[in-house]
C-alpha cells in the first residue's frame, strides 16, 4: 500500500518535513516547488508509515485503499510525477538543529500588515522560534481574520479552509497579539509601527485585477471575477453589489482555477452548496438564477490552461453538470493527465435539462457589446485566420490575473503590481537599496503565484531576512511599546478589538452554521461582527 496526495492539497509541504524516506516532492528547496501545481508522493518509495497524512493540515493524503472512484485517478497523478522527475526520492540528510545563541539579541517585535495565509505562516515562523524571544502584533483592516483563505477560497472547498485550524494555533502562542479593525496608512502610519517594533511585514496580498484592455469593458454587467468571489464569499466590502443572473449565458474570461471556482459556482445547484460556508446573499441570489451554460474562455490552446489538473477534475465530477469542450478535442499520445481530461470532457455528450460548463480555447475577446448593459462578447481566433464570432451574454466576469495596490510609504512597483524587494526586503525603487525595517511576503512579494501552500516558504524567507538583520543589528530599536501603540489605537480605533473577539465571531459562525446545516454561517453585516466580538447577540442584524 502506498499513501496518495490528492486534490485538497495546499502545497504548505508540512508533510515533507516528517517524510523519513524523502519520498514527498517536489520539496521546498527543489526548483519544480515555485510552480507545481501540488505535491506527489512516490508509490515505489513510500513506506506505508502514515506520518505524512498525521499532520496533513487539510487532510488532503489518504491510503491508495481509501481512493473513491473519482479520486483514483490521483493515483496515476502521483506516479507520473516521478515519470518525468525519476531521481529525486532517496534518503536525505537531516537538517541540524539550529543554533541557539548564547548571547541573545533583545526580544524581536515585529508588526505584521494582514491576516491571511501568509501573515499567519510568517507569524507562525517567527513565534516557534527556541533561539531568540519574539513578539509579534498583527493588524487586520476588517474586523474577521482568514484573507485568501476566508474570501477567495470557494465555499464548496471546505477540505482547503481546514488550514484555518494551523493559523488558530499561532494565534494561540504566547507573544502574539492581534488589532482588528485597523487600516495601516489611514489609522496608523507605518512609521508609527516602527516606532514600536523592529520590523513591519506588509503581507496584505493583491486586492486588485488586471484588465482585459477591450472596449465595452466598464458595461455593466461586466466585472473582474474577484469581484463576484469576494461577493460569494461573504465579503463585507463587497456583499452589497449585485450581480444580473437573469440570461442563459455567463463567460468567464480566464482558464486559471478562479475562472473553474467561477464557473463551477455559476452552474451548481445552489442546494449542494449549502453544505459550505458561501454567504447566504448569495445562496439567495443563485437559487434565481436562468444561467444554463456558463463559458470558460480561454485566450490560447489547452496545452497553455492555466488550471491545474486537480481542480480540472474536480469539474467533472459534479454530478448535476455537464462538462463540455467547445470544437472537440483530441490529445496527443504523450499527452499529460490534464490534456487526456479535457479530450476525455470532449467526448462527452451533454444530458437535456442540465446546466453545462464549457472549456472553449483559441479564442480571443475583443470586444464586449451592448447598450446600457452587456449583451455579449465578441471573439476571434487567437492562433489561426477566421470571421469573429459573436457569444451573447449578460455576465462577463474577467479572470485574467491580480495585481497588488501601492501601500502607503513604500515603494510600488506598477507593471508587477508588487512592492520591490530582494527575498522580502522591501528595496527603494530608484537605488534598489534596502529599506531598514520593511518587509512584505505573499502576493504583494511575488505576485499572485501558487497556492496557499506556498505562502508558507515564501514567508519563510521573508523571516530569514528579518532574523539576519537583526542578529547583524540593522534594525532599529523600537523606541516606544507595545502596549503604548495599543493605547494609540484605542483612542484613534474605539471598535477595534483583539483575537479573543475574533474567536467569539468565529464561534457564532460556526455555531449558527450547524444550526443550519451548513459548515459557516458567515457574518457580512460591520455591526453584526461589533457586536458578536463585544460579547452581545447579533439577531437583530440577522435575516430570519
Same mark, same amino acid.
Given at each position: ?125 517567527? +513565534?516557534?522560534? /527556541?533561539?531568540?524571544? &519574539? ?6 483592516? $476588517?474586523? #474577521? *481574520?482568514?484573507? %485568501?483563505? !476566508? ?93 444580473? +443572473?437573469?440570461? /442563459?449565458?455567463?463567460? &468567464? ?6 475562472? $473553474?471556482? #467561477? *464557473?463551477?459556482? %455559476?452552474? !451548481? ?276
Amino acid at each position: 500500500m502506498t499513501y496518495v496526495v490528492t486534490q485538497a492539497c495546499c502545497n504548505d509541504a508540512t508533510c515533507v518535513a516528517v517524510c523519513p524516506v524523502n519520498c514527498i516532492h517536489p520539496t521546498p528547496d527543489e526548483a519544480q516547488y515555485a510552480r507545481t501545481e501540488m505535491l506527489y508522493i512516490d508509490p515505489d518509495a513510500c513506506i506505508d508509515c502514515g506520518a505524512c497524512a498525521d499532520v496533513c493540515p487539510v487532510e488532503a493524503i489518504v491510503p491508495d485503499s481509501d481512493l473513491t472512484p473519482e479520486t483514483e485517478i490521483y493515483k496515476d497523478l502521483n506516479a507520473a510525477y516521478f515519470l518525468g522527475n525519476p531521481t529525486v526520492s532517496g534518503p536525505s540528510e537531516i537538517p541540524p538543529e539550529p543554533v541557539v545563541a548564547t548571547e541573545r539579541p533583545e526580544p524581536l517585535r515585529v508588526a505584521i500588515v494582514g491576516s491571511g495565509p501568509s501573515a499567519f505562516y510568517a507569524a507562525e515562523e517567527l +513565534l516557534k522560534r /527556541r533561539d531568540i524571544d &519574539v513578539e509579534v502584533s498583527m493588524f487586520e483592516r $476588517l474586523h #474577521v *481574520a482568514g484573507g %485568501l483563505v !476566508r474570501f477567495g477560497v470557494a465555499p464548496d472547498h471546505q477540505t482547503t479552509k481546514a488550514v484555518e485550524r494551523v493559523f488558530t494555533r499561532t494565534a494561540g502562542r504566547n507573544g502574539f497579539r492581534a488589532f482588528f479593525g485597523v487600516e495601516v496608512g489611514r489609522d496608523i502610519g507605518v512609521d508609527e509601527l516602527l516606532d514600536h517594533h523592529h520590523a513591519v511585514i506588509h503581507a496584505s496580498g493583491a486586492s486588485d485585477d488586471r484588465k482585459l484592455g477591450i472596449p465595452g469593458e466598464d458595461l455593466p454587467g461586466s466585472y473582474a471575477a474577484r469581484e463576484f468571489v469576494a461577493w460569494y464569499n461573504g465579503h463585507p466590502d463587497f456583499a452589497d453589489r449585485t450581480f444580473d +443572473l437573469s440570461g /442563459r449565458r455567463a463567460v &468567464v474570461v480566464g482558464n486559471g482555477n478562479v475562472a $473553474l471556482d #467561477v *464557473a463551477r459556482i %455559476l452552474a !451548481r445547484d445552489p442546494e449542494l452548496l449549502v453544505p459550505g460556508d458561501i454567504a447566504e446573499h448569495a445562496l439567495d441570489v443563485l437559487r434565481k438564477s436562468a444561467i444554463e451554460e456558463v463559458v470558460v474562455l480561454g485566450r490560447r490552446g489547452p496545452e497553455y490552461g492555466a488550471f491545474t489538473t486537480p481542480e480540472l477534475l474536480a469539474l467533472g465530477s459534479l454530478p448535476e453538470v455537464d462538462v463540455t469542450v467547445h470544437g472537440g478535442y483530441q490529445a496527443p499520445e504523450d499527452a499529460s493527465i490534464k490534456l487526456r481530461t479535457i479530450a476525455e470532457y470532449a467526448r462527452r455528450v451533454p444530458q437535456p435539462g442540465r446546466r453545462k460548463i464549457t472549456l472553449r480555447f483559441n479564442a480571443a475577446p475583443q470586444e464586449i457589446f451592448g447598450d446600457s448593459h452587456v449583451e455579449g462578447l465578441r471573439i476571434s481566433p487567437y492562433d489561426a485566420a477566421g470571421a469573429d464570432e459573436v457569444l451573447a451574454s449578460s455576465l462577463v466576469l474577467r479572470s485574467v490575473g491580480y495585481r497588488g495596490r501601492p501601500i502607503p510609504g513604500l515603494p510600488f512597483d506598477t507593471d508587477r503590481g508588487t512592492v520591490p524587494n530582494v527575498a522580502g526586503r522591501v528595496v527603494d525603487s530608484v537605488e534598489g537599496r534596502p529599506v531598514p525595517g520593511l518587509y512584505v511576503a505573499g502576493w504583494i512579494k511575488r505576485g499572485p503565484t501558487g497556492v496557499i501552500g506556498t505562502n508558507r516558504y515564501c514567508a519563510a524567507e521573508t523571516v530569514e531576512a528579518i532574523l539576519a538583520d537583526h542578529d547583524g543589528m540593522r534594525l532599529a530599536s523600537p523606541s516606544r511599546t507595545v502596549d503604548e501603540l495599543a493605547t494609540v489605537i484605542g483612542s484613534r480605533c474605539p471598535d477595534s478589538f483583539g483575537f479573543d473577539g475574533w474567536r467569539r465571531i468565529d464561534r457564532h459562525e460556526r455555531t449558527e452554521g450547524r444550526r443550519r446545516g451548513r459548515a459557516r454561517h458567515k457574518l457580512v453585516d460591520v455591526d453584526a461582527m461589533l457586536a458578536v466580538a463585544q460579547g452581545a447577540s447579533a439577531d437583530r442584524y440577522l435575516p430570519h
